[in-house]
């Protein structure tokens, strides 16, 4: 019989373990930032609000929160042909989780610079 409190750390382990493999990469929570505070975004758009990211790993995040579900990808029939991204019900889920990075980030910073 296994131990009650070590099944749950190890779940809580593995849960957390998700959590970081999914939104890991230097990109996706700004990625997800980007279209929770404008909505709807083009390929353009989004690469021009990330101005260091290279079209390959811009796809490359996008491929990958498109396979997790948190965003959606829409080809427009357009000339030429356009596509917008926009995230998912499900990925409103991850807005407080940025807001928490963000709210350590700031706050890290102000002790490193107060150092």
């Not at 998700?18 to 353009?44: A, P, V, Y």
């Not at 491929?63 to 499900?90: C, F, W």
């Amino acid at each position: 019989m296994g131990n009650k409190k070590r099944d749950i750390d190890k779940e809580t382990i593995l849960a957390l373990k998700d959590g970081i493999e999914l939104l890991s990469g230097k990109w996706k929570f700004c990625i997800l930032h980007n279209l929770q505070k404008h909505g709807t975004m083009r390929f353009k758009d989004l690469q021009e609000m990330a101005q260091r990211i290279s079209p390959k790993v811009l796809s490359k995040e996008l491929q990958e929160l498109e396979d997790n579900l948190l965003i959606s990808r829409t080809v427009n029939d357009t000339k030429p042909v356009t596509v917008s991204y926009a995230l998912t019900a499900y990925a409103k889920e991850t807005e407080e989780v940025a807001n928490a990075l963000i709210k350590f980030g700031l706050k890290h910073r102000d002790k490193i610079k107060a150092k």
